[in-house]
């Protein structure tokens, strides 16, 4: 799949689909998608990984008065993992009723803004507007607005597995070569988020993990070598066919170009990228 292919007005930000995720999606992942042969229940860079701002050593300080630079302060020096609002209070020392008028006013002034912590959704969380959220709160590049791209997850396993079927055997450095050649996806997989997927392919029984023996179908690979079969029995719900891949929409699309996760042409709303799939 970079990562993040498609946009149906929630969730994606990936033409080429990226996913930028941790090592650990199926760890933290795998609790919430128990369900069929999707035990993912993040794409891709929708994005890449986001990146810290550095702060700014100057604090604007000057327009702010001395209940708002309390409370300010103490936001900003969580950078980029935030602070939950009882927190904030405890730390600022404040009256709730003045830290609440001083978030206000810092919002008006677009000095912090409120984000979205994955684990605890429920809780107001703040940040410094000069930072980016770490990958904690937002839950990596498998989670959009928040929420787990099911859909762009989807998407990636499946053109993973395409290709996985028609190399008939594959290493994770194939299948990585195959996806960037292709042009599946607009962005690239790091290496982490390339074993997630084939390790929740394998466990969706759409593929199996094997070791080479250096003879056969495995002549061209080391004796050892941990190796990838698509399987035509339990995770798959529709025969793929072979010359799928050969078809790809996006290879000659006109508008390629214009193609953005979020855009008016993406891949989410785009039919002969949709049909491509269910083929």
Not at 41 to 69: C, F, G, I, V, Y
Request: with cysteine; hydrophobic share 30%; net charge positive.
């Amino acid at each position: 799949m970079s990562t993040r292919s498609h946009n149906r007005k929630g969730a994606q930000h990936r033409s080429g689909v990226t996913p930028a995720g941790g090592s650990h999606l199926c760890d933290s992942v795998s609790h919430s998608l128990i369900s069929g042969s999707l035990l993912l229940d993040h794409r891709m860079s929708r994005p890449s990984a986001l990146k810290r701002k550095q702060p700014d050593s100057n604090s604007p300080s000057e327009s702010l008065t001395e209940h708002e630079k309390i409370v300010y302060n103490v936001i900003r020096s969580k950078q980029d993992m935030g602070i939950w609002t009882r927190d904030m209070k405890k730390e600022a020392n404040l009256p709730d009723n003045l830290v609440g008028k001083s978030i206000k006013s810092l919002q008006a002034k677009n000095l912090i803004k409120e984000v979205v912590n994955v684990q605890s959704k429920g809780r107001k969380h703040y940040m410094a507007s000069e930072f980016e959220p770490s990958k904690e709160l937002t839950g990596g590049d498998w989670y959009s607005n928040g929420t787990l791209d099911k859909y762009y997850i989807t998407c990636v396993k499946d053109g993973f597995a395409k290709i996985i079927y028609q190399l008939k055997v594959a290493t994770l450095e194939g299948i990585s070569d195959e996806v960037k050649r292709s042009g599946i996806f607009k962005t690239s997989f790091t290496r982490p988020q390339i074993e997630e997927i084939l390790r929740v392919l394998v466990l969706d029984k759409r593929v199996t993990e094997v070791k080479s023996t250096g003879m056969g179908e495995f002549a061209s690979f080391p004796v050892g070598k941990v190796c990838y079969k698509s399987t035509s029995k339990g995770g798959t719900k529709r025969e793929l066919k072979v010359g799928a891949m050969a078809s790809i929409p996006c290879g000659v699309c006109p508008r390629i170009s214009q193609c953005t996760p979020d855009g008016i042409i993406s891949p989410r709303t785009c039919v002969y990228f949709t049909k491509w799939l269910d083929f």
